[in-house]
């Protein structure tokens, strides 16, 4: 009886939840590509329900069923496990999580920054501080917890720790510490224990990719002072090239297209790179770059040859590339905002930017072909949505709404 009570909430749960699991950072193929949307965008959305989940510009996840935040509560830092359907909280765990901001940036708040990760009925996070839990996805049980004060000097780059764990081959891999010393680390999924290391570099904010690039499967991220790549079996550095920016703010997480590597940073254009390898010896071959636009918090998508972004130059300003060439295609309006969220697919463009408009358009290499323009927030939307079939999911600095197209 109790097996099947449990089947019936659980077949539930999952028939309120339209689409496919959004399971991690920009997604299962982290790399902003929409696995449902609506057929069709209205005039208008229509709330579904809104509640209050706390602090932070930590993106919401879906998966199994519920829908995952992670963000701050009266100084606890709080996962939550909600109901898709009406809102409802089925689990929280909080723990305490003193933090003393950068007065840089103070506006962005006290974090969290980094996005859950869900994984075969786990749940993972990464504190602004560095204290990175695991979570049993169902109950809300803490499986294990570490935080590397003993390891590291800082445990959190100079503006919080915003890196999103990755999953690989049952390692959960994520660059811990802070300015000036830290490791990108595999961990055990199950039990936590550290597996291996490369302490190379300091953690960045920019978020790692394991991807096949020269017949070997490499953890490729931005950190402190490099763009690196590490075998994703042992962690052995493969390749490394300088890579700086401004207050040493590398935020990209890079995106692949065909045999190279896309990224960009603040005030260093966008480029594509190609790692080649003859034996042991690795080289990189600048593909092409530009400096009409360059990015700073925003990361890339692509669609066919199409890629698309959001420039910091000129105030803000939406953009299109051709992926092979790195030729512009065409650049929006200029004093666009701060910064945009981008999400992807052959027949929709969705873009939130971060005063709360939601854009929805079609990819077009001719021009900005808007579909649909809505207010979704209120307030500052930093956080990547996470679009449904049935509409959106959207966490504003102290909410969560799920907009509907019905």
Not at 384 to 392: E, I, K, N, Q, R
Request: include cysteine; proline fraction near 6%.
């Amino acid at each position: 009886m109790r097996f099947a009570i449990a089947a019936f909430v659980l077949l539930s749960s999952c028939s309120a939840l339209p689409g496919a699991d959004w399971d991690e950072w920009r997604g299962p193929r982290r790399d902003g590509t929409l696995i449902a949307e609506p057929k069709a965008w209205p005039e208008k959305l229509n709330q579904k329900w809104k509640i209050t989940v706390g602090e932070g510009y930590s993106s919401p996840i879906l998966a199994a069923g519920s829908v995952y935040v992670f963000a701050r509560q009266e100084g606890q830092e709080t996962a939550l496990a909600i109901d898709p359907s009406n809102g409802n909280v089925r689990w929280k765990q909080q723990y305490p999580a003193p933090y003393k901001m950068n007065p840089a940036a103070t506006a962005h708040g006290e974090g969290p920054k980094s996005t859950p990760l869900y994984s075969t009925g786990k749940l993972y996070t990464l504190g602004i501080s560095g204290i990175l839990s695991s979570f049993d996805a169902e109950t809300g049980k803490v499986r294990w917890r570490k935080e590397f004060s003993r390891e590291f000097k800082a445990t959190s780059p100079d503006f919080g720790a915003a890196t999103s764990p990755i999953i690989e081959g049952g390692l959960l891999i994520v660059h811990v510490g802070g300015s000036g010393q830290g490791a990108l680390t595999a961990f055990d999924a199950d039990s936590g224990q550290v597996k291996w290391t490369w302490n190379g570099d300091g953690p960045a904010y920019a978020s790692p990719v394991v991807v096949d690039l020269a017949g070997m499967r490499q953890v490729v991220t931005q950190s402190q002072k490099n763009i690196i790549a590490v075998s994703a079996a042992s962690g052995k550095l493969l390749w490394k090239i300088p890579f700086t920016t401004s207050y040493e703010q590398n935020i990209v997480t890079p995106l692949v297209y065909r045999d190279t590597l896309i990224t960009s940073g603040l005030d260093n254009g966008v480029m594509a790179i190609r790692p080649v390898r003859k034996g042991e010896e690795w080289t990189l071959e600048k593909v092409w770059q530009t400096k009409d636009a360059s990015m700073y918090m925003n990361s890339p998508v692509i669609t066919g040859e199409l890629l698309f972004g959001f420039s910091h130059l000129k105030r803000g300003q939406l953009f299109c590339l051709n992926a092979r060439t790195g030729a512009t295609l065409w650049q929006g309006p200029p004093r666009d905002g701060d910064n945009a969220a981008l999400l992807v697919s052959p027949t929709s463009l969705v873009v939130l930017k971060n005063d709360g408009e939601m854009i929805v358009a079609k990819p077009n290499g001719k021009a900005l072909d808007v579909v649909r323009r809505y207010t979704v927030a209120d307030s500052s939307t930093y956080a990547h949505p996470v679009v449904l079939s049935d509409g959106v999911l959207i966490k504003d600095v102290k909410t969560l709404t799920r907009w509907s197209v019905q």
